[in-house]
């Protein structure tokens, strides 16, 4: 299996801040990787897919990057509805496998 | 706009067969693949399997052994089944669709808590 390893587990941020994921493949899975947000209570909802693509509807202070091994996802200017936990998962090999997640909390 | 909605028992015996179905509406299952994954309380998420509409499925290895998926395209409905079912099974379930390898999952379910409990 593919392991994803996402840092930091938890991030303590203030609204306006600039804020970066990382998510680390055990091994090579090229540009097949996609971030999701979830909030208490909710399934998860997609943001970005093949590392860098916006899902449609999705705002623009969120951005994704990497291929290969290392990922990142960015959200340029942290909102209040922001704060959640975000899982990256790989789409190169079955089976399908998920970060354990980074909680997004408000300092 | 399509829509996912899991249904079934949100209680179950231990050593009993847990079984859920995804109803899919808003746009027809074929052509897409059907996923399960779960969410144990305070916990991550972990796939548990697929079927594409022509009934081909992938399992995960770790649970290979106990699940079933199966789908009836004329109801629009995937459905899961897991065996012999312990307390580390009690979770969250979601049903959710993709569009194939490299594609990641676009629609989810609301989810449903499934607690194993005598």
């Known amino acids: 299996d593919i392991q994803l390893t996402q840092s930091p587990s938890f991030l303590s941020a203030s609204v306006g801040d600039r804020v970066t994921i990382t998510c680390r493949a055990s091994q090579g899975i090229s540009s097949y990787l996609a971030w999701y947000q979830q909030k208490p209570g909710k399934a998860p909802k997609l943001l970005i897919y093949?590392?860098?693509t916006l899902q449609s509807g999705v705002p623009s202070r969120f951005s994704g990057s990497g291929s290969g091994t290392e990922f990142a996802l960015t959200i340029s200017s942290l909102q209040p509805e922001d704060f959640a936990t975000y899982y990256c998962q790989q789409l190169n090999h079955y089976p399908r496998t998920f970060g354990q997640g980074t909680k997004v909390e408000i300092k | 706009q399509v829509q996912l909605q899991e249904s079934g028992p949100g209680l179950v015996k231990p050593s009993e067969t847990l079984s859920l179905t995804c109803t899919v509406s808003g746009g027809s299952i074929s052509k897409y693949y059907g996923s399960w994954i779960r969410q144990p309380p305070g916990k991550g998420l972990e796939w548990i399997g697929y079927?594409?509409?022509?009934?081909?499925?992938n399992y995960n290895p770790s649970l290979k052994s106990r699940v079933t998926i199966s789908v009836d395209t004329s109801k629009n409905q995937f459905s899961l089944t897991l065996s012999s079912v312990t307390a580390a099974d009690t979770a969250v379930y979601y049903c959710?669709?993709?569009?194939?390898?490299?594609?990641?999952?676009?629609?989810w379910g609301q989810g449903i808590l499934v607690t194993v409990s005598s």
């Open positions: 959710a669709r993709d569009a194939g390898y490299g594609d990641p999952f676009d629609y």
């Open positions: 093949a590392a860098s």
């Open positions: 079927i594409f509409y022509s009934g081909s499925t």
